[in-house]
């Protein structure tokens, strides 16, 4: 049996959605892009969502918007994807990396705080597998400090903190579409802010500086360049994909959690016997099914846990290579011991597949391997 780490959901309506997009004239924010907008505008009132083709590019856009100048610093998680560090650097200011928190790998409320200085502009909380960070303790430190907080919710779509859902509730957020997430269209993103002046800011950066969706919401007769942009509206096409993966979007949630559950009961015996930690999910947090991980007590155990799967044809993932030990990393200045629980998550954490392509006896399989192996290894 093979079971692979990633499978794309294929909603009903997508085929025919693609034909009517392919007989249109793919105007840019067009039928399908109108649809998803109003999609989202009901999903998260109030949050002014501009769809790009890119997380990365959506993170840009929240950069932007910082008017970051020579070295503002903006603090973010090592254990993380290079996209948000990217964009900081693209727009003018310098990545200070923090430590994640052990349980959920989540950024350090308690680290964030102790790198704060006079340069420091924003703070960057990545939703890690979907689980919420501890948002009310990020938006008091934010609020004291006088900065910005922005959820780098690329993993989070359709994960809440209590009833709110992830990339709202700070003044922006994005999400990702990537095709390794729950929904997808292939490369897409999504830039969420709350705050008026910053989607008009946004907006004109995705429009080529200009305030051209004033013109197209028939608001202005033409539209004039406002700001430097650039070109990061998501294509018709893709919209048209993406407007598919929504209307699945319950469906899709629904069934992730449905794993993620089943995970949890049947690896049971392992954190019993002490040989791995199961995911932790605060109350506060209700996950989205994106990613479903253990944490082994050492590397090696981890390791040779991951090739034995890999032999049994179950792909088993490790995470992100923390920025901070990477050569881009180095180059900033950090050194590998500077943030230890990063480093520690690289080296012992281990993902299991979860999508909906799995079904539960592929799920118990999975488990009945995994704590077989890990008993061996221990
Ligand atoms: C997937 C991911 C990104 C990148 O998203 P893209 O849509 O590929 O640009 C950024 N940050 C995190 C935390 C991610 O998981």
Excluded at 28 to 51: E, H, I, Q, W
Excluded at 198 to 203: G, L, M, N, V
Excluded at 344 to 368: F, K, M, N, Q
Aim: with cysteine; aromatic share 8%.
């Amino acid at each position: 049996m093979e079971v692979s780490f990633y499978q794309r959901h294929h909603p009903k309506s997508e085929s025919a959605y693609m034909e009517s997009c392919l007989s249109s004239d793919l105007k840019t924010d067009g039928f399908f892009m109108k649809r998803l907008t109003d999609v989202c505008a009901s999903l998260y009132p109030g949050s002014n969502p501009l769809f790009t083709p890119s997380c990365t590019l959506a993170l840009e856009m929240a950069m932007d918007c910082l008017d970051l100048h020579n070295g503002d610093e903006v603090i973010l998680p090592s254990f993380n994807f290079p996209s948000a560090a990217n964009a900081i650097i693209r727009q003018g200011g310098t990545p200070v990396l923090c430590d994640i928190s052990p349980d959920t790998q989540n950024i350090s409320v308690l680290d964030a705080e102790n790198r704060i200085t006079a340069r420091t502009k924003a703070i960057v909380a990545v939703h890690y597998a979907g689980v919420a960070c501890p948002m009310e303790a990020l938006m008091h430190l934010s609020g004291q400090a006088g900065l910005c907080l922005i959820e780098d919710a690329a993993q989070a779509m359709g994960a809440y903190y209590r009833e709110i859902p992830l990339g709202t509730i700070a003044e922006m957020g994005t999400i990702s579409f990537h095709h390794t997430k729950n929904l997808t269209c292939g490369e897409g993103g999504l830039f969420l802010t709350y705050r008026d002046d910053y989607a008009f800011r946004a907006s004109c950066y995705r429009l080529h500086g200009t305030d051209r969706t004033a013109y197209i919401n028939g608001e202005i007769d033409r539209y004039t360049w406002q700001m430097p942009g650039s070109c990061t509206a998501l294509s018709e096409p893709c919209a048209a994909v993406l407007a598919s993966q929504f209307e699945a979007l319950e469906e899709i949630t629904a069934r992730r959690r449905d794993i993620l559950s089943r995970y949890q009961e049947r690896l049971e015996p392992l954190e019993r016997r002490g040989i791995a930690m199961r995911m932790k999910i605060p109350d506060y947090a209700r996950t989205n099914g994106h990613i479903y991980y253990l944490r082994y007590e050492n590397p090696r155990q981890c390791e040779m846990v991951r090739e034995h799967l890999t032999c049994h044809g179950i792909e088993a993932k490790t995470h992100y290579v923390p920025l901070h030990i990477s050569p881009m990393g180095q180059k900033l200045g950090y050194h590998k011991n500077d943030l230890r629980q990063s480093l520690a998550c690289y080296e012992t954490l281990l993902r299991l597949p979860i999508h909906t392509g799995l079904s539960d006896s592929d799920v118990d399989w999975i488990c009945e391997q995994t704590i077989a192996i890990s008993n061996n290894e221990k």
